[in-house]
């Protein structure tokens, strides 16, 4: 039986003028219109080809070498391209759009908003389905990270404490406003580091590595970068977040620490526009 909404690698069973038969176990044989057919690939009966395996608009299974923006058990952010009494109707990008149904809709949307949301397979008709109600399809078991992990991160929503994330696709953390350095909006797909394992369960997440490794990294590369320009960078602790951000990558308060342990050290000078090399 072929995985609906996933890749399959299926055998070749037969040529017709119009496609490629495949091999679909239990279901059958599944249609590879010839517009999917790759081009320069063995294509003789018995050989083997990546599919995605979908619905058409006829609820038919039909494969494609088309690559879609997410399959089922994933999250992604799809724009929303059409609005009916049905539901929602989402980009993907294969030729029939994804459905999001009213029951699974979280907030008012309109035709071009982007909403984060899961995929999954209507176990009654087998239709590739998505939803926005994310909590339902995350993991409710206890998280197994340690602080410093480096995660992906989906982000999802802003928050009055900071952006809501799905942590490699499986739990939510939290990037608390004082550890956002940098543009973020719904939909972006960053790397970030286990900041915090809280006893209520909850996650604390960071943009930038934590801990003494993290601080020891960052000073030697402000090191590094006072060296090639001669001694001397034209920024400091008063040196405005994203200044900071686009030469180093951080945030102005681990930055400020970085230089403070710098001074303390005696390798640095720090003046009001410039950090100077001892």
């Known amino acids: 039986m072929a995985l609906v909404g ?30 999917y057919v790759p081009k320069g690939a063995d294509t003789e009966v018995d050989d083997w080809l990546n599919v995605f395996v979908y619905l058409d608009s006829d ?7 088309q690559k879609p923006k997410v ?4 999250f992604a952010s799809l724009k929303v391209v059409e609005i009916n009494r049905t539901g929602l109707f989402l980009d993907w990008g294969l ?55 480096e995660v992906d991160l989906l982000i999802v929503e802003p928050t009055d404490l900071g952006y809501k994330a799905i ?9 608390h406003k004082n550890e956002v350095f940098k543009f973020l909006r719904p939909g ?15 996650i604390s997440l960071s943009l930038q590595p934590v801990g003494a490794q993290a601080r020891d990294a960052l000073q030697s590369l402000i090191l590094d970068k006072l060296a090639a ?19 180093f990558g951080v945030s102005k308060g681990n930055f400020k620490k970085a230089i403070g342990g710098l001074f303390k050290q005696g390798a640095i000078r720090i003046f009001d526009d410039r950090i100077e090399r001892v």
């Open 167 to 175: 942590i490699e696709g499986k739990h939510w953390g939290l990037i």
């Open 188 to 202: 972006m797909r960053e790397r970030g580091f286990i900041r915090e394992l809280r006893s209520d369960g909850k």
């Open 71 to 74: 399959q089922v058990g994933e």
């Open 59 to 65: 609820d038919r299974l039909i494969a494609t070498t």
């Open 229 to 247: 320009e001669g001694g001397v960078l034209a920024v400091s602790d008063k040196s405005a977040p994203e200044v900071i951000s686009r030469l």
């Open 95 to 149: 030729p029939k759009d994804l459905l999001l149904p009213h029951s699974e809709e979280k907030q008012p949307l309109q035709v071009g908003d982007y909403c984060v949301v899961y995929v999954y397979l209507d176990t009654r008709t087998r239709r590739i389905t998505a939803s926005a109600r994310l909590d339902r399809h995350l993991d409710n078991v206890p998280a197994q990270y340690k602080v410093g992990d």
């Open 6 to 35: 996933r890749y399959n690698s299926l055998a070749i069973v037969k040529h017709t003028s119009f496609g490629l038969y495949l091999d679909g176990g239990a279901d059958g044989e599944i249609l590879l219109p010839n517009r």
